[in-house]
């Protein structure tokens, strides 16, 4: 069994990255180079584990190697995350890498924002095991009502908008390319400027990445 588990993960890292780091010349560059990359070197322990007959050892590398990756992936979904609006100010952007054994290896970003009472926060998560969840309700508008909400295009993605005008408080979330959930929630906001920072985020380059 383990052996078969194995052989399905090796399948991912096979076509991403396996295939250069087995190449002598991609080896030899890197290591000339002295970049020490982290997964490019866990990886290498692995296949040497797998070829000793090592499976457990190898399948520990390699998750974590997967885990890397997932911090690296991380990295660059926080750079899509909106500079604050004019008069607002903005927080740190944070990441949050879940494992694989509860959360299917989620990746979630998020940033706040302030302007004095009122606070906007975004958040796009990867690989949510919610997401089907959401993509069932953006398709079929009687559930999205149901929740108080109601569908709108925002710079063509389709969006679940709520908006509570006695509060001030409103959210919205979106699926792009069916991989990724953005959520931005405001309290104390308008509703303008609660679409404003959705629309504030790179969708194109988000379901390009």
């Known amino acids: 069994m383990a052996r078969c588990y194995l052989q399905s993960i090796f399948v991912f890292f096979l076509v991403v990255v396996l295939w250069p780091v087995s190449c002598p010349a991609a080896v030899e560059v890197a290591a000339r180079a002295g970049t020490g990359d982290d997964v490019l070197m866990t990886i290498q322990e692995a296949v040497k584990q797998y070829r000793a007959g090592d499976y457990a050892g190898a399948v520990s590398n390699l998750d974590y ?12 979904m926080k750079e899509l995350l909106p500079p604050p609006l004019v008069g607002w100010q903005a927080g740190e952007a944070t990441a949050q890498v879940m494992g694989t054994a ?3 290896g989620a990746l979630t970003v998020s940033r706040e924002y302030k302007k004095g009472s009122s606070s906007v ?30 569908l709108e295009t925002i710079k063509g993605q389709r969006a679940i908008v709520k908006y509570d005008p006695k509060s001030r408080n409103g959210d919205v979330n979106i699926v792009v390319a ?32």
């Open 65 to 76: 190697a997967s885990q890397l990756i997932r911090q690296k992936k991380s990295e660059k």
């Open 102 to 104: 509860v959360f299917g």
């Open 121 to 150: 926060s975004i958040e796009i998560v990867s690989d949510s095991p919610v997401l089907q969840q959401v993509m069932m309700m953006i398709r079929n508008p009687m559930f999205a009502g149901a929740g108080g909400g109601h």
């Open 178 to 209: 069916g991989r990724f959930m953005v959520t931005v929630k405001g309290r104390q906001v308008s509703r303008d400027d609660l679409l404003a920072y959705t629309r504030a985020v790179d969708f194109r380059s988000l379901a390009g990445g």
